[in-house]
């Protein structure tokens, strides 16, 4: 089982739809969480960085995190065509050298 | 914001050959830098965590006669792969860290897509 799964998609909306990407994860040891936006063939950027359970709201992106239920997701309000890119949860452990996990990401297309 | 420069992006190469990839903080010193490695349709899995004046910490399963890193100063990581092969084919991924103290001040390269022939 990996520690961090995540549904590859492909997940295909049309504009302005409501968007929600999940992952599961197995580490209960696992405090930060984050959320990266990739473009085909660049570098990962961050979205959203949560500590703990809770929701974070930042412009059309909400993050949750339900740790009892090792579950996080990113909802996208509004969803535009150039939020058409790959999404990838990560998360660790307490301590900033500790190693990111990454889920295999998910891809999204939003469509005019 | 802070800026990583990867460099090059793209990389052919014949089997056997070594290929040097770079990883620059280009506005802040970073004292860590990461590299990843990422296979289509698959997550980032780090490989080694490279520190400024020091050798770098490699993840189980990677070889570090294969995958040599040299962090010489606090702008610049240097990722050399040795006798490329073709499974060695993948999209390399350097970040670092701006404040080592959180995950939030983690910054990406742009990556560099390595095939061997």
């Known amino acids: 089982q990996k520690e961090v799964e995540q549904d590859p998609g492909p997940l295909s909306v049309p504009e302005g739809a409501i968007v929600s990407l999940n992952c599961t994860y197995s580490?209960?040891?696992?405090?930060?969480f984050m959320w990266y936006r990739q473009y085909s063939r660049k570098g990962p950027e961050l979205l959203m960085y949560?500590?703990?359970?809770g929701n974070k709201e930042d412009g059309r992106f909400t993050a949750q995190v339900d740790k009892s239920s090792k579950y996080i997701s990113l909802f996208i309000r509004d969803s535009q065509p150039s939020d058409s890119a790959t999404y990838l949860c990560?998360?660790?452990?307490?301590?900033?050298?500790?190693?990111?996990?990454f889920g295999a990401g998910t891809r999204l297309a939003v469509h005019p | 914001g802070a800026v990583v420069s990867q460099h090059p992006s793209r990389v052919i190469c014949k089997s056997g050959t070594s290929v040097k990839i770079e990883c620059r903080s280009l506005d802040f010193q970073a004292t860590t830098m990461f590299w990843y490695r990422q296979f289509p349709k698959q997550s980032l899995m780090l490989m080694a965590t490279s520190n400024e004046g020091s050798k770098a910490t490699y993840e189980q399963g990677v070889e570090k006669d294969k995958f040599l890193i040299n962090h010489a100063s606090l702008t610049l990581s240097t990722l050399t792969v040795t006798s490329a092969h073709p499974e060695d084919s993948s999209f390399y991924i350097c970040?670092?860290?701006?404040?080592?103290?959180?995950?939030?001040?983690?910054?990406f390269g742009s990556g560099t897509q390595l095939s061997v022939l």
């Open positions: 580490n209960s040891a696992f405090q930060y």
């Open positions: 990560a998360m660790s452990g307490l301590g900033g050298y500790n190693k990111l996990i």
């Open positions: 949560t500590y703990s359970s």
């Open positions: 970040s670092a860290t701006l404040d080592s103290a959180t995950n939030e001040k983690l910054f």
